[in-house]
Structure formats: C-alpha cells, structure tokens
C-alpha cells in the first residue's frame, strides 16, 4: 500500500462471504486482460471472523443425541474492506470527506464488494453464491485510515452507520405476508418472469449492463406470455400493451450485448423497460389481492 490516507468501506454480514480471506487488487471493470494494466482503484480484504473450532474425527462420523430445545449453533460472520487507494488523501481532506460520507458512499462500496462476488460465483460456478445489499450488512462502517493500517481492519477516524428506517403503513407491512401465504397455499401461482426480472434487476443495479439486457429479453418474453395467461389478464391489459412495445428496443439491445458493451442509450431503454416489467407485475399483485 501507498503513503496517504485513504477512504474505506466496511461491512459486516451474517456469514462468510466466500472469498477466501486475503487483499485482492481491484482494477476499473473497463480493463480487458489484452489492454497495458492500469491503475488500481481499490484494494478488497475478506476476512472471516468467529469461525467455529473443526476438529477431524476418526473414522465415520458419530451420531449425536440432540437436545428437545438445542441452543442456536455458533456461526462464523464476513468482513469485507474495500480500500479506495485511487486518490490517497492529506489529513483536512480526509476529515472534509469523512464528515459528508454517508449512504452513497456505502452504495459504492457495496458495488465494488459485489463486483468481487459475482466473479468468485463465476469462477466457482457456484449458483448459490451471491451478492450482498444494504439490508443485510449487520454493521456498516466509512472512514479512513494509513494504507497498512485499513488493510489491517483498524482506522484512524471512522463512523457507524445506522440502517435507514423509516415508518411504513400497516397494509404494507402485512402485504408480503399475505401475499406469502397465498403463494405457499397454492392460491397464487409463481410466475417464471418473476424470478427472472428479479435476476434482471440484480445484473442492473451491479452494473452488469450486457447480462441485464440478455436476461430482461428472456423475463420480458416470459412475462407477456405468463400475464396475458393470467387470471388478472383482463385488469393488465394496458400493462400488457406497454410490454409489446418495449420488445423491439429491448431485443435489439440484447443482441449488441451478444458482441459488445451497451452504449449509454442501450441501458437506459433496458432500465426503463425493466422497471415497466417490475410495474406490470405489481398490478398483478395488487389485482390478486
């Protein structure tokens, strides 16, 4: 690490997060494995923390006698640092910085972390890893410190941020149980383009813009045929209408993500088709309610 001081995120979750622990170099996602390497921007440290004792056991494996009420079992928690090492900053700088950082900065964070994520699903084509959001962190810490010392997991000056709350109506809190019930109660059926969008927003909201394109193309395809299906079809007419006309932009944006980077045009249409899928199958839900 370089002399400077430096920014950093810091998040805490329920799990280990499946990198094994160690610093990862972090180039700009543009770099391709051809191109001179450029600068790094970050610097990324996993760390598990409370890990469980193993112990190997002899031979097979004994049962044990479990409990009526056992205790929960002891589980081990990911950290993960991600050290902005782009610009090093003087002491004012760093304490200026420091005193307006706040959610956005822990949004980027968060990206950069994530970024991590998906490759490691990739190159372990494991389909369960995935990535992390803001809900999930049990702590959330921003600040900065001396190069070693942020690697190292200390700072010199940081601060917690609390998870944004805020009040909500009783017949939205009550609104994903119900709807819960009916699924598990087969009184509503599971769509296939609901799950599919949901990959679609995931790949949006990680900046994967050309693997949100291929995969809105297959929930966009999904959903005007699942909907139009549908019990409610009658109350999704106009929302049915919209989705046909969001299929050519979208299918000619997936087919240049086949050969290259979208272009800044190509993601708005795929963002603005997404969220016009996304409000298709909320009236859907509303009208089943």
């Known amino acids: 690490m370089p002399a400077g001081l430096f920014r950093f995120v810091q998040v805490e979750l329920p799990w280990p997060l499946g990198p094994p622990d160690g610093r990862y170099l972090v180039r700009a996602p543009e770099t391709v494995p051809a191109a001179p390497a450029s600068p790094p921007t970050h610097v990324l440290v996993f760390a598990t923390l409370g890990a469980p004792e193993r112990r190997r056991l002899s031979g097979r494996r004994r049962q044990r006698e479990v409990a009526p009420e056992p ?12 050290i902005d090492v782009g610009a090093p900053l003087s002491e004012a700088e760093a304490q200026a910085w420091l005193a307006g950082a706040g959610e956005e900065d822990l949004a980027a964070g968060l ?61 939205r809190v009550l609104a994903p149980q119900a709807q819960l019930a009916a699924r598990l109660g087969a009184r509503e059926a599971t769509l296939a383009c609901e799950e599919l969008t949901l990959r679609a927003r995931a790949d949006v909201e990680q900046g994967r813009s050309r693997e949100a394109a291929l995969q809105l193309l297959v929930a966009l395809d999904a959903a005007l045929a699942e909907l139009s299906a549908d019990p409610h079809a009658a109350d999704l007419a106009e929302r049915l209408s919209e989705l046909r006309g969001q299929r050519e932009p979208v299918g000619a944006a997936a087919q240049a ?11 708005a249409a795929v963002a603005f088709a997404l969220s016009r899928v996304e409000a298709a199958l909320r009236a859907r839900a509303a009208a089943a309610s």
């Open 111 to 171: 990206a950069v972390l994530n970024r991590a994520l998906h490759a490691f699903r990739v190159v372990t084509a494991d389909p369960h890893a995935h990535g992390v959001g803001r809900g999930q962190t049990l702590v959330a810490r921003i600040g900065f410190g001396a190069g070693e010392e942020v690697a190292e997991g200390r700072w010199t000056a940081a601060k917690e941020l609390s998870a944004p709350t805020g009040r909500q109506r009783r017949s």
């Open 257 to 267: 993500a086949l050969v290259r980077p979208l272009s800044a045009e190509e993601e």
């Open 71 to 82: 205790g929960p079992a002891a589980v081990a928690t990911g950290r993960a640092t991600v």
